[in-house]
């Protein structure tokens, strides 16, 4: 990403347009876009809310009491900035954004709660209300000002000074409120907003957290500017001499006469090199809108695809009497795209997707990830081989579409409800407009596994929404992710391709493919495998799963052979497993004390399951050979044990404390499997290829805990108060090996410029805060999340247990 940062920095220069005039951009002129995450006020609870209109016709809310549900009854004006000196900090806690509430509370046990989505264990939501105050300077009078949420869960109300800017249901899709008109400028006095979210009622069957949990943003402009996902970039003809780019402009006009604007759009690599600039002029009567196309090119195009993301920028200039009065940039891919019956083709090649499932949560923060935890889960997708990721089941926070463009990740952008009400289609347009321009979408889905499917009603609105999708976008594909009514009601007919969730099941896409050869197949989700990291036991105590066996649920094979299936039918396109981490909700097959999935490959901190080398191995050119389970079982001396290992090797040889058990010839995509004596010490599996070993496997047996491990993924952090280090702490013995059964009680303290915002284990069934300075080891690992505050500073972090020898680790916080 740092490589397109220097595009900001043009916009912010004196231009010279073709009649050779200076084009000049004021500080008073252009799009200002600030981030309005910090200082808020919270608090937990409802409040009711008195709305008082004055007589005299206003019709409107001109004052807003709000009555504080505490044994103090206390009644304060919460609208008023003067109202500050009557505030009790006790009823309202300092929050920044992202915030998640639902993750600071305690999990309950309640088995009349069926309708939770983390079915008997859950954490509650309900209602709870932001406040911020915030000046706005009197030179910003003449201004279009408006506020952005990227997402709030849910069913949200906002306020501005006394006055009801409207409410937003939707949990995932982002709402925009116009406040040029009820601010206070300068001396009026200070701004008070006031937001409402009611998590009471959820949208999926997973843990969707409660609150503002995305960010939101003040945007500034003239009245004279680009309207909100007002650009479409595409490109139409794309060869290796060159490629066409189509863009489209939507400006708004807010003066009360018409103007004669020019647009100026200016095509940018990730130099930062203009390649080629167009200019339209027109005349935008007052309080209207109107769209400018334009046909730009360029040469010698650098094409975008996983393995090499390049991006190019519109720079979008609104210039009115010679002034630039708004700026714009819109971030592109040069791409083809075409998903047909013989499968995902990219830039013109058969290009297997290899992808994942993802619901949005993490461990210690719920929903409330900073950019930092998108982009290390990202990361992590992009180690394991993946090329693509799903939305499941809603679209994503913009900056992780962001990240994907730069990062190179395939995404299948996901719409929440199969709906072509007023509401449902507005969700559906939200993203579509909001999401089009980003060159890592090659499909949008429509719904997942609603129950309609199939049905004549549902293929009615499913009708609805792909010719909609198809008006707003003409470049992509729409789909659905189906696990019944494929061909019933004449679902399928309407989708340009039929999405198979779990379509291994007596291989049910090959037998439509065979049954409708036309047919455009692809697998939107297979696999779910569930398993408990380092567990090679089922245990209904403690709720956990094997990952030797295969159990619940009927579907899915085991991780890495639904692979074999892509390979085999290559028609089919690619697939996306569920899922690569674990989530909160969902705790399939158990119930309490289970409060989290196990369909990961990876647990809910990133920590690798075993499955997740079937897919390194499946997915990667890198020699792979994974043994496992460890090597730690006092009192099974002389017992007969299992040895499973995934490879991508030709064959295998197994060896216990040097003694060869044999080899193994490798089936692609098929873990490999020994039967032998167990004896303490060391087991190590030898991959070769064409006769020399390639790599090794190794485990061993450990001593008891002796020492803490603690490894960040960064020792350099922005001291932006939103940077993260993602800290893994392991626990080891005397040798420095990672002890596999440790469980042992790690407790943190921080000094400098930082801040712990949650713990994590990937402990299905633990109920341990993750807002918390402590965490026990699950397995040998734990997880601790550090945040910078806005200072610079060393960030020192140790890391204390009973009976183990402490460690601490520093990190430093620049500008």
């Not at 907003?193 to 843990?207: C, H, N, P, R, T």
């Not at 061909?487 to 049954?515: H, I, M, R, T």
């Not at 001593?703 to 803490?708: F, G, K, S, V």
């Amino acid at each position: 990403m740092k490589k397109i940062g220097v595009f900001s920095v043009l916009v912010l220069l004196s231009l010279v347009d073709v009649y050779g005039q200076d084009l000049i951009q004021t500080n008073s002129s252009k799009r200002i876009r600030d981030n309005f995450d910090f200082n808020w006020q919270f608090h937990k609870g409802d409040i009711a809310i008195k709305k008082i209109v004055k007589a005299g016709g206003q019709g409107g809310i001109t004052d807003v009491n709000v009555k504080v549900v505490t044994a103090r009854d206390t009644i304060i004006n919460y609208m008023d900035a003067g109202s500050y000196k009557i505030f009790y900090p006790a009823d309202w806690k300092q929050v920044n954004l992202p915030h998640d509430w639902a993750v600071e509370g305690t999990f309950v046990h309640d088995n009349s709660m069926g309708n939770q989505p983390a079915v008997s264990g859950y954490l509650p939501t309900g209602t709870g209300f932001y406040r911020k105050e915030f000046e706005i300077p009197e030179t910003d009078k003449g201004k279009k000002i408006s506020i952005e949420f990227d997402g709030i869960f849910r069913n949200s109300t906002v306020w501005v000074n006394g006055h009801l800017m409207g409410n937003h249901l939707s949990g995932y899709t982002p709402s925009n409120y116009d406040l040029t008109d009820v601010l206070r400028y300068g001396n009026e006095g200070k701004n008070v907003i006031l937001v409402k979210a009611d998590a009471s009622e959820y949208e999926g069957w997973w843990y969707e957290g409660a609150g503002i949990y995305r960010h939101v943003w003040l945007i500034k402009t003239n009245r004279l500017h680009v309207h909100r996902f007002g650009t479409y970039i595409t490109t139409p003809q794309v060869s290796d001499a060159e490629a066409a780019v189509s863009i489209s402009t939507t400006l708004k006009n807010e003066y009360r006469e018409t103007k004669k604007i020019t647009l100026v759009s200016k095509i940018v690599n990730s130099n930062g090199v203009v390649i080629d600039t167009k200019i339209a002029s027109d005349s935008l009567p007052a309080y209207s809108q109107m769209e400018i196309a334009q046909k730009g090119q360029i040469k010698n195009p650098l094409l975008w695809s996983p393995e090499t993301p390049n991006l190019y920028k519109v720079l979008t200039e609104v210039v009115d009497n010679s002034n630039i009065v708004d700026t714009y940039e819109t971030t592109f891919g040069v791409r083809t795209i075409d998903v047909n019956k013989n499968g995902v083709f990219l830039n013109g090649k058969l290009y297997p997707v290899k992808g994942t499932c993802n619901h949005q949560d993490f461990a210690g923060i719920g929903v409330a990830l900073p950019d930092k935890i998108n982009w290390y889960k990202l990361k992590l997708l992009k180690e394991v081989g993946s090329n693509a990721y799903r939305c499941s089941h809603h679209l994503p926070t913009p900056e992780l579409l962001n990240m994907c463009d730069s990062m190179g990740l395939l995404v299948l952008d996901e719409n929440r409800f199969l709906s072509s009400s007023e509401e449902g289609i507005k969700d559906l347009t939200t993203m579509l407009y909001r999401d089009r321009n980003h060159p890592c979408i090659f499909m949008w889905s429509m719904e997942n596994e609603e129950w309609i499917q199939g049905t004549v009603q549902g293929t009615r609105i499913l009708e609805t929404m792909v010719a909609t999708t198809h008006k707003i976008d003409p470049t992509r594909k729409a789909t659905a992710a189906m696990n019944h009514g494929r061909n019933d009601g004449g679902y399928s007919d309407v989708l340009d391709v039929v999405g198979y969730n779990y379509g291994d099941k007596q291989l049910a896409y090959v037998k439509d493919k065979e049954k409708y050869p036309e047919r455009v197949l692809f697998c939107t989700e297979s696999t779910s495998f569930i398993s408990t990291r380092g567990e090679y036991a089922n245990n209904w105590e403690k709720a956990y799963v094997s990952n030797l066996s295969k159990w619940e649920p009927g579907w899915g094979p085991f991780p890495g052979e639904d692979w074999a299936d892509i390979v085999k039918y290559p028609y089919l396109g690619g697939t996306f497993v569920w899922t690569s981490f674990d989530y909160r909700g969902e705790p399939t097959p158990y119930q309490w004390p289970s409060v989290t999935s196990h369909f990961g490959f990876m647990d809910i901190c990133g920590f690798p399951k075993d499955g997740y080398y079937a897919y390194k191995a499946a997915w990667t050119n890198t020699p792979v050979v994974h043994i496992f389970p460890h090597w730690n079982w006092p009192g099974k001396e002389g017992d007969s044990i299992q040895v499973h290992c995934y490879s991508n090797c030709e064959e295998i040889e197994l060896l216990l404390n040097g003694k060869s058990i044999g080899k193994q010839k490798a089936v692609p995509y098929t873990k490999l499997i020994w039967k032998l004596i167990y004896k303490p010490g060391k087991l190590e599996a030898r991959g070769y290829k064409k006769g020399k070993v390639v790599t090794t496997g190794i485990v061993e047996t450990t001593t008891a805990p002796a020492q803490i491990n603690l490894n960040s993924d960064t020792y350099k952090l922005k001291a932006d108060g939103c940077d993260v280090a993602v800290i893994r702490v392991a626990i080891k013995d005397g040798k420095g090996r990672v002890v596999p059964t440790a469980d042992n009680l790690v407790k943190f303290s921080i000094e400098g410029p930082g801040t712990i915002i949650g713990t994590g284990n990937g402990n299905p069934g633990s109920h341990e805060p993750d807002k918390a300075s402590q965490r026990k080891a699950f397995n040998g690992y734990c997880l601790v999340l550090v945040q910078s505050q806005k200072e610079a500073g060393e960030i020192r972090l140790k890391a204390v247990s009973e009976d183990l020898k402490e460690t601490q680790i520093t990190i430093t916080a620049g500008y």
